[in-house]
């Protein structure tokens, strides 16, 4: 049996996340189980190294499976990109050795986030000019209404460094149950960031991140947290506060789905393997 490493880029816009829908809504997931069955025969369910959300984008998601036939890495790349919809492309094909497991073998993410500045400031005290968002940029981007104070954006980024519980940054979930002890069980919410940072590039702000684990909509909660910093809702160093509340009315708006995109994937080195091929997206 062949084990498969895929890294591959989507645009999100038209899916309903990665995961598999049971009322067949189209899904990355979907998608590739679909190619495979059709390349092959064989019945699979890739798994990713997370689940995106609906809307959401990848420059490099990476999935595994395996498969009972032996194919050529490069014929099954060009063969995938063929069958696969324009909007996913799969970059690089490799076998692995069976230990290898796209999410549990994963030891850390990076995600980036983009935001158009519609208003922008050219001189303190001065009314924003106001730009238009390109309709072949809008899918990628979250076209954010208020001027913006990048400095103070950039400080809160910093708030959320180190180790921390979470919880204020992550979605309810209704599918966590309720212990006994009267606490919902669910996910680590204490995670680890060791990098967090805005940068401006190409008329927009991008904010990055990279950390040990994510939580549900973590990265979209830190955005809109930190762009109501920015807009002056609430200030840099009410940050550590809104981590201490442990609560997720305490922290900012969700952002849109359409800015964030899953960047890298970070893994372990591993022995090389026969049979590795980076394609062209």
């Not at 209704?174 to 590039?201: A, C, F, H, M, Y």
Request: contains cysteine; aromatic residues 8%.
């Amino acid at each position: 049996m062949a084990h498969w490493k895929l890294t591959i880029s989507y645009d999100g816009s038209s899916f309903h996340g990665w995961q598999i829908q049971p009322n067949g809504l189209p899904t990355v997931q979907a998608a590739f189980s679909e190619a495979i069955h059709h390349l092959t025969g064989e019945s699979v369910q890739p798994q990713g190294s997370g689940r995106t959300d609906a809307g959401v984008h990848a420059l490099a998601q990476v999935i595994s499976f395996p498969l009972n036939g032996a194919l050529p890495p490069t014929n099954f790349l060009r063969a995938l990109n063929r069958v696969l919809p324009q909007s996913i492309r799969v970059l690089q094909a490799e076998l692995v050795p069976e230990s290898f497991h796209a999410r549990h073998s994963a030891r850390g993410k990076t995600y980036e986030y983009r935001v158009f500045e519609r208003r922008v400031r050219q001189q303190p005290g001065q009314p924003a000019a106001e730009l238009v968002c390109s309709p072949f940029l809008a899918p990628f981007v979250w076209d954010c209404r208020w001027p913006l104070d990048f400095e103070l954006m950039q400080q809160a980024s910093r708030q959320v460094l180190g180790t921390h519980d979470f919880t204020s940054f992550a979605a309810s979930d209704p599918d966590k149950s309720l212990r006994e002890d009267g606490q919902r069980s669910g996910p680590n919410p204490v995670k680890t960031i060791d990098r967090s940072e805005w940068t401006r590039e190409d008329g927009l702000l991008i904010y990055r991140v990279h950390g040990t684990g994510f939580l549900h909509h973590m990265v979209r909660n830190l955005v809109g947290t930190f762009v109501d910093v920015g807009r002056g809702a609430i200030l840099p160093d009410e940050i550590p506060t809104i981590l201490a509340a442990r609560n997720r009315t305490a922290a900012g708006p969700t952002a849109p789905a359409r800015g964030l995109f899953l960047k890298q994937v970070d893994y372990e080195a591993q022995a090389p393997q026969a049979g590795k091929l980076e394609g062209e997206s």
